[in-house]
């Protein structure tokens, strides 16, 4: 299939998709999950507790006590700006939850923080193909060292007998879309199956039962270095 074809195929309502990678740094995923994480988008957590702690570590701005137009425009523009400084790199479908995460199966993402690559999720809903590729593209760009395989599949996770419908390379800052039927990227590099990656590592265990895998210290410490500079 041509790119053009590769990027016009469809996908189900909540396709898995499937992510391996090459090891990176423990400093290299603390970098990317700084700037990556779903919670510095919208701050939103059940340990609120928690969450006010990192507000106020990461300077992050108050909403307005006056509800007018001006108040809330003010507000926006200073939370751009907060945005600008921490680096922030907004993504869709392609994401980290590690500060906090409200989901299910506890903390979570293709980035982990003890460097490895690699997950076995849904994304959605209702995703196309160049949402995802715009995604991975953001962040082939800003994180140029990473090289890792992404396959969107034509159902999801807990499902059976579904098949690759696109895959991605990631290389040298750049994305390139991989018929699955020509190429299995995956296996191609040597990666674990795809039964393999939610269980990578010991620490990927260890996240799930720690509501704050990325600790408060951490966090201040990122504080520290960016508005140091």
Same mark, same amino acid.
């Given at each position: ?14 396709p ?28 939103f ?20 006590e006056?509800d007018?137009?001006? *108040?809330?425009?003010?507000?926006? !523009? =200073? ?9 922030y %790199?907004? &993504? $869709?479908? #392609? ?23 690699g ?6 809903k ?8 715009d ?6 760009? *800003?994180?140029?060292?990473?090289? !890792? =395989? ?9 499902? %059976?007998? &579904? $098949?690759? #419908? ?52 951490q ?6 270095q960016?508005?140091?500079?």
């Open positions: 299939m041509t790119k053009e074809e590769l990027m016009e195929a469809g996908l189900p309502k909540w898995q998709m499937i992510v391996t990678g090459a090891d990176i740094s423990k400093e290299q995923a603390l970098e990317i999950i700084r700037r990556t994480d779903g919670f510095f988008s919208n701050f957590s059940n340990d609120r507790d928690f969450g006010e702690k990192v507000k106020k570590a990461v300077r992050y701005p108050d909403e307005p006056e007018t137009t001006d *108040a809330w425009n003010k507000y926006y !523009v =200073e939370l751009e700006a907060w945005k600008e400084k921490w680096g %790199i907004e &993504t $869709e479908y #392609v994401l980290n939850n590690w500060v906090s995460s409200c989901f299910i199966g506890g903390p979570h993402g293709w980035c982990h923080p003890d460097g490895t690559i997950c076995s999720t849904n994304v959605g209702w995703p196309k193909v160049s949402e995802v590729y995604d991975w593209t953001k962040l082939a760009e *800003a994180f140029p060292f990473l090289e !890792v =395989e992404a396959t969107l599949m034509s159902g999801e996770d807990c499902e %059976i007998f &579904t $098949e690759p #419908v696109v895959s991605m390379l990631i290389r040298n800052g750049a994305v390139e879309l991989i018929d699955p039927k020509e190429r299995n990227i995956h296996k191609e590099f040597d990666r674990p199956s795809p039964v393999q990656v939610g269980t990578m590592s010991l620490f990927s265990v260890l996240c799930r039962l720690n509501a704050h895998p990325i600790s408060l210290e966090i201040r410490k990122w504080a520290d960016i508005y140091k500079e």
